[in-house]
Nanobody, 116 residues
Framework: EVQLVQSGAELRNPGVSVKVSCKAL????????IDWVRQAPGQGLEWMGR????????KYARNFQDRVTFAADTSTNTAYVELTSLRIEDTAVYYC?????????WGRGTLVTVSS
């Protein structure tokens, strides 16, 4: 069974960074891209970009090119997203997702709250 298990909720002050993890279970980690998507309160889904765990190739959405870094650790089958210089408006639920041969799979989401 394919599962994406995400790390727990985070609370941060503005200006610092946060790193969210996404552990892939039930499939060969390097077979599929990992996408990162976020949803701010009352807003729609916003695609942040993706990483190819096979070669760590990345693609970033334009809005996130300056402050977001994706990484993938094939020794632990875990993908990461790090967001720096956090702003209040970065408060959102962050999701990892993958599209496999059998369908789309999503993590449960990680709430990141940015508050002073």
């Amino acid at each position: 069974e394919v599962q994406l298990v995400q790390s727990g909720a985070e609370l941060r002050n503005p200006g610092v960074s946060v790193k969210v993890s996404c552990k892939a279970l039930g499939y060969i980690f390097t077979s599929y891209y990992i996408d990162w998507v976020r949803q701010a309160p009352g807003q729609g889904l916003e695609w942040m970009g993706r990483i190819d765990p096979e070669n760590n190739g990345t693609k970033y959405a334009r809005n996130f090119q300056d402050r977001v870094t994706f990484a993938a650790d094939t020794s632990t089958n875990t993908a990461y997203v790090e967001l720096t210089s956090l702003r209040i408006e970065d408060t959102a639920v962050y999701y990892c997702a993958t599209r496999g041969d059998s369908g789309d799979y999503w993590g449960r989401g990680t709430l990141v709250t940015v508050s002073s």
